[in-house]
């Protein structure tokens, strides 16, 4: 295969949301060549935050895209074979964050059959567990492999399109960092929807492009990257929500807990006046391995109910 300025790996695609073809560029920052065929690029971990390529707005909903974009097969493709040893070194942040997560869904469902999409190497579904009965699916064989073996979990190296699932068999569906990766949100919402019973939580965790930080920082934004195919506001995840028959409970921002080391990371392609600074004075308190609960105010976390 050749990078992405070949053009049989992009297509054009309309809004989402709303079927419009009316948008407006807001970023340009063409893909490398490659940078998709890198397994790199669709890793948790990743550092690959610029050539994210043309984003655009959709004129009449407000939705934020990528387009044109790599084509659907080419995301499963790389997502099913991505390999990210790295996102092992932060075990128990991802646990503790998995908890903060299971805090805002036990709000709404405490007990049950939970589905998680993206589950990754199964520490969500490992928390989870203790109250609910879980199931998960994970595109990476790696990752997945990683689930079953480790945490002894039932994760399937499938998509939310490939399962087989009896409509409404779970009382809840976790997308944790997901849905802005999905080349079709509108149809995994509705999907996920189809699966959860009457009452039924969807839990969706996504950056939001409307955050203060987003707007501040513009083309450096940590959430601008080549895996992220869509970019998400309040509004716009709800848009999607209502449209698949789900009353949306609950939007808020969400913080997570990492090492001070993990945050000087994200911070690598930032302006060098602010990544600079902040690594003189975490390697100069020699604090790289102490963990900080963080809410940067620009990750949203949302519960959604099926009437």
Request: charged fraction near 25%.
């Amino acid at each position: 295969m050749n990078g992405p300025s070949d053009a049989s790996a992009m297509e054009t695609v309309s809004c989402n949301a709303c079927g419009s073809e009316n948008v407006r560029v807001l970023f340009h920052r063409p893909y490398r060549e490659e940078i998709l065929a890198d397994g790199e690029s669709f890793a948790a971990t990743t550092d690959q935050f610029q050539g994210f390529g043309r984003i655009v707005r959709c004129v009449g909903c407000g939705l934020v895209f990528t387009n044109p974009r790599p084509r659907e097969a080419l995301l499963l493709k790389g997502y099913g074979e991505c390999v990210d040893e790295t996102y092992l070194d932060e075990s128990s942040s991802r646990s503790i964050n998995a908890h903060l997560s299971l805090r805002t869904i036990r709000r709404f469902k405490r007990s049950g059959r939970l589905l998680e999409v993206g589950a990754s190497t199964g520490y969500f579904l490992n928390a989870a567990r203790v109250d609910f009965e879980v199931e998960g699916l994970e595109p990476s064989a790696w990752a997945s492999k990683i689930a079953r073996d480790r945490f002894r979990l039932d994760v399937h190296p499938e998509t939310l399109e490939t399962a087989r699932y009896e409509p409404e068999s779970f009382d809840a569906v976790a997308m944790v960092d997901v849905i802005e990766h999905l080349a079709d949100p509108k149809r995994a919402i509705e999907r996920a929807a189809r699966l959860l019973k009457p009452g039924g939580v969807l839990y969706l965790m996504t950056p939001s492009i409307t955050s203060l930080s987003a707007r501040l920082l513009g083309s450096y934004w940590w959430g601008l990257r080549p895996a992220h195919i869509y970019y998400f506001s309040p509004e716009t995840i709800a848009l999607l929500l209502e449209s698949a028959g789900l009353e949306i409970k609950l939007t808020r921002s969400f913080g997570r807990i990492f090492t001070y080391g993990y945050w000087l990371s994200r911070l690598k392609h930032y302006p060098r006046a602010v990544s600079g600074a902040v690594a003189l004075a975490v390697r100069a308190l020699d604090i790289e391995d102490k963990l900080l609960y963080l809410d940067t105010r620009d990750s949203m976390e949302v519960c959604a109910v099926k009437r």
